[in-house]
Structure formats: structure tokens, C-alpha cells
């Protein structure tokens, strides 16, 4: 199984990279918006049983995100900091749980949950590549980093209603390899080294909201994995459930420091 899960990681990992660093300007927003299809149909699992009514659901927000992109009615930073306070109640509500969430609620609220990500990631792979690689290379060596600690010194629950695999070793583990690997970046990438320290920290902290959030909605619905489509990880939504809270912090901290 570690294997296979390592297998996967680099695969997927390599698709994205080679997307955003080998590709021509365009090809990193179609690769995305279809990463991020993906990620609704699945989201849908959520609210759904019967494939025709996944089926509408993708549809109408893949159309509704159309809009809003071909006739730029979006605006970037009204929408980050709108998701920021959006995920701040998220944080908030996990203290809270156990609690049922209604169907209807995670329906409706799929757009702001799953579009202002998207949004992120489509404008920071104009802005700047290293920014968006930035961002990816942090979640992942969290990830990693967490996983690794956790499953070899892991011992105090870090939210054991919601998620109980993981543990404050594997966020701290997770944590310090984000933080090496952040300082290999700044310097690869000639980026402000003390600002990305400052947003590797916040990413790594945002990245667990994204983690918890979606488990919470997995254990609502009975789910183990959001899909099938990587083996050892589950789904897409399963690989972009940090990321779909981190870029919205790491966007604002950006904006914060003065560098957008």
C-alpha cells in the first residue's frame, strides 16, 4: 500500500508540475478546471446517490463557474478574503462537532468551498509560477511530512471526532518539512525567504482545516474516500482538500505583504 500511495503521489505530483512549468500559458487553466471537475462530481457524492443527479449538479456549477470566468465578474481579492472568513467559521465549527450537515447546505454551499481555490490557482499560474509552485510544493511537504511523523511517532490525537489518524507529531512533523522545503524554494526561486517562511506556517496551519473539512463531510456521509480515481489516496477531492483552504490564505498573505 505505501508503494502504491508513493507511486500515485509522484504521478500526480509530476502532472501538476509538468503542467504548470512545461505547458503553453493556457494549458495549466484547462488542466485545472478539469482537476477541479473532478472534484465537484465527487463533491456531489456527498449530497447524491443516483448518477443523473451528479450529473445536473456538476453541470450547473461547471456552468455557473463559466460564467463568472468568461465574463470576468470575478474579483480576485473581494472573493479570497470572503472565502478567508468562510474557512475562519469552518475552524470554528469544528469545535462543535459532532453535527449533522444538512445535504441542502453542502449543495449550496459547494461554491464557496470549491470556486475560490480554482479562482487562485488559475490567476496566481499567470501571475507567477513560482508562486503557485510555491504554494504546491508547502501542501505536499505537509502532507508528506504529517503522514511520515504520524505514522511513526504519532500518539496525541489532534481531532479524533473528526479524524482520528491524525495527531499534533504529524501536524508538527508535517510543519518543520514544509518549512525546509519552503526555504529551498525561496532560495531556487529567489523569493522573499522571511515572507514565504510567514506563509508556509499559515499554509501548514490552513491545510488541516482543508484535511478536516472534508473528512468531516466524508463522515457525514458515511464515505471512506471521496472516489477511486488514485489508488492509496481515494479521489481528486481527497488529493485537493488542503489546497481548496491554503491557496485562500496563501493568496492573502501575499496580499498582506505587499508582493501581488
Given amino acids: 500500500m505505501l508503494v502504491s500511495r508513493a507511486i500515485s503521489a509522484i504521478f500526480y505530483g509530476l502532472i501538476i508540475i509538468g503542467s504548470i512549468v512545461y505547458s503553453p500559458k493556457a494549458l495549466p487553466n484547462i488542466f485545472f478546471i478539469l482537476l477541479w471537475l473532478i472534484a465537484i462530481w465527487e463533491w456531489s457524492g456527498f449530497i447524491f446517490s443516483r448518477s443523473i443527479n451528479k450529473i445536473l449538479f456538476t453541470s450547473l456549477l461547471l456552468v455557473f463557474f463559466c460564467f463568472l470566468f468568461f465574463y470576468s465578474v470575478v474579483n480576485i481579492y473581494l472573493i479570497s478574503y470572503l472565502a478567508?472568513?468562510?474557512w475562519f467559521l469552518v475552524f470554528v465549527s469544528f469545535y462543535f462537532y459532532p453535527y449533522e450537515i444538512k445535504p441542502i447546505f453542502i449543495g449550496f454551499s459547494a461554491p464557496l468551498f470549491l470556486l475560490p481555490s480554482l479562482f487562485i490557482v488559475l490567476y496566481l499560474s499567470q501571475v507567477s509560477i513560482y508562486?503557485?509552485?510555491?504554494?504546491f510544493f508547502i501542501v505536499w511537504a505537509n502532507d508528506v511530512g504529517a503522514y511520515m511523523a504520524?505514522?511513526?511517532?504519532?500518539k496525541v490525537k489532534l481531532a479524533c471526532v473528526?479524524?482520528?489518524?491524525k495527531t499534533w507529531e504529524g501536524a508538527i512533523g508535517g510543519s518543520i518539512l514544509a518549512l525546509f522545503v519552503t526555504f529551498l524554494s525561496a532560495i531556487i526561486f529567489s523569493l522573499p525567504l522571511d515572507i514565504f517562511i510567514f506563509l508556509s506556517l499559515i499554509v501548514t496551519f490552513s491545510s488541516i482545516i482543508g484535511d478536516l473539512f472534508i473528512s468531516m463531510l466524508?463522515?457525514?456521509s458515511g464515505m471512506k474516500d471521496t472516489g477511486n480515481l488514485l489508488p492509496s489516496h481515494g479521489g481528486i477531492l481527497d488529493r485537493i482538500d488542503s489546497i481548496l483552504a491554503s491557496s485562500v490564505f496563501?493568496?492573502?498573505?501575499?496580499?498582506?505583504?505587499?508582493?501581488?
Fill in 218 to 220: 466524508k463522515r457525514n
Fill in 250 to 260: 496563501f493568496f492573502v498573505g501575499l496580499d498582506i505583504s505587499g508582493i501581488l
Fill in 162 to 165: 473528526i479524524s482520528p489518524n
Fill in 150 to 154: 504520524g505514522k511513526t511517532i504519532g
Fill in 131 to 135: 508562486y503557485l509552485l510555491s504554494l
Fill in 84 to 86: 478567508l472568513f468562510i
